[in-house]
């Protein structure tokens, strides 16, 4: 009895604090900066930016956009956008950005 209550109550929580911190993120405006990245495996690559704080951001945004972003691997560039929080980490909807 005890422990069918200890294990509900434990997923309930789980759920609660999981579900609290994606949608505080999700549409919150973002300005970071960062080394551009290229991560994931062929032919399943992203293009990312690591901040200087080390977190990951998978960058979404048109084929074009994408396509200069991998040219400057390795550029630290300035993003704006809106955060997204995704199963496979945070990703940045860009709305601009800068080379730094």
């Known amino acids: 009895m ?7 109550t434990i997923l309930v929580l ?6 609290c911190s994606a949608s505080r993120a999700d549409g919150a405006p973002i300005d970071t900066k960062g080394r551009v990245v290229v ?4 032919p399943f690559t992203s293009v990312a930016v690591e ?4 977190t990951v951001y998978r960058l979404e945004a048109d084929a074009a956009v994408l396509q200069k972003l991998r040219s400057i691997q390795g550029k630290i560039i300035q993003v ?4 997204r929080t995704e199963p496979q980490g945070p990703a940045v909807v860009v709305e601009s950005y800068d080379v730094q």
């Open 39 to 42: 991560i994931g495996n062929e």
């Open 80 to 83: 704006v956008g809106r955060l």
């Open 14 to 19: 789980g759920i609660a604090f999981s579900s």
């Open 51 to 54: 901040a200087l704080d080390g």
């Open 2 to 8: 005890v422990r069918t209550w200890a294990v509900t």
